[in-house]
């Protein structure tokens, strides 16, 4: 049987009793408390529907990206031989080669922001991760025009801050990625997802999933970056080992331009640009 923490004090009242909050028994008021914090804000700010934006956080801004490159280059250049410093400049020109993702993200989500947001109600406001790399350019493409961004930060063992971007009565700290997803997809309206590693394909297959099992509504998904899609993942051996449906492959969106993609998700909606 669980019990309190043996540093609960009885003389506290259960909500001021932070050491009993902490305990297991108290999991299930944690994960409601952890829905319920960021819900109430979203609500307060007038947040309606989001649109996701997913990607590395180790992608930067080109600036910093050959900036980065620059100095492992400089550092390889004092010590040819070492591997670890061969090792630094191969993924510093890899991510420099993909910083223009940055940009995308950054426009893609200036243009979305600008259409969308009235002074009284807020429409497919921008959520992310809420640390850097795609996820900061998603939260500055929004603070670029004026317009307000969520980031769900999650605590992790490396640090993750939250970028500088992020619209301040809507940068929430997490703990539990379950919660985290919830609260991606609960107002979702649309989901980008830029080039990532393991997080960024967690969140793009659950949310597939979700739309394929008919669990959520279905929303139009945009993967941007078309040859790493390609590249990465075999979309067509899905199909043909008969583990998807032919029409599963139109549940996603490809697109390698920022007026493309968010044309894409106006033409769902039947609100298209010519």
């Given at each position: 049987m669980t019990t309190p923490s043996p540093e609960s004090s009885p003389l506290l009242k259960a909500y001021e009793d932070a050491e009993f909050l902490r305990s297991d028994i108290c999991r299930g008021v944690r994960l409601q408390l952890e829905f319920l914090k960021p819900d109430a804000a979203m609500d307060r700010v007038g947040v309606r529907s989001t649109i996701?934006?997913?990607?590395?956080?180790?992608?930067?801004?080109?600036?910093?990206?050959?900036?980065?490159?620059?100095?492992?280059?400089?550092?390889?250049?004092?010590d040819p031989a070492d591997a670890v410093r061969l090792e630094a400049v191969r993924v510093a020109r890899a991510l420099q080669e993909q910083s223009h993702y940055y940009d995308t993200a950054r426009e893609f989500a200036a243009l979305a922001s600008q259409y969308c947001q009235g002074s009284s109600c807020r429409e497919l406001v921008v959520v992310t991760g809420g640390g850097g790399g795609i996820m900061e350019a998603g939260n500055r493409g929004a603070h670029d025009v004026g317009a307000v961004s969520i980031g769900l930060n999650i605590s992790l063992p490396f640090e993750q801050t939250p970028n500088?971007?992020?619209?301040?009565?809507?940068?929430?700290?997490?703990?539990?990625?379950?919660?985290?997803?919830?609260?991606?997809?609960?107002?979702?309206?649309?989901?980008?997802?830029?080039?990532?590693?393991?997080?960024?394909?967690?969140?793009?297959?659950?949310?597939?999933?979700?739309?394929?099992?008919?669990?959520?509504?279905?929303?139009?998904?945009?993967?941007?970056?078309?040859?790493?899609?390609?590249?990465?993942?075999?979309?067509?051996?899905?199909?043909?080992?008969?583990?998807?449906?032919?029409?599963?492959?139109?549940?996603?969106?490809?697109?390698?331009?920022?007026?493309?993609?968010?044309?894409?998700?106006?033409?769902?909606?039947?609100?298209?640009?010519?």
């Open positions: 996701v934006v997913f990607g590395s956080a180790r992608i930067p801004c080109p600036t910093t990206a050959a900036l980065r490159l620059a100095e492992a280059e400089a550092a390889l250049c004092r500088p971007y992020i619209t301040p009565e809507l940068s929430f700290e997490l703990h539990y990625f379950s919660i985290r997803k919830m609260h991606f997809l609960k107002r979702a309206r649309a989901l980008c997802a830029f080039p990532g590693g393991f997080g960024t394909m967690d969140e793009l297959f659950e949310t597939l999933t979700l739309i394929q099992t008919r669990k959520i509504p279905r929303i139009p998904v945009v993967l941007f970056g078309r040859e790493f899609w390609q590249d990465i993942i075999n979309w067509p051996a899905f199909v043909r080992r008969g583990l998807i449906s032919a029409q599963d492959l139109d549940l996603f969106h490809l697109s390698d331009d920022a007026a493309e993609g968010w044309n894409h998700i106006r033409q769902f909606y039947g609100d298209a640009t010519t």
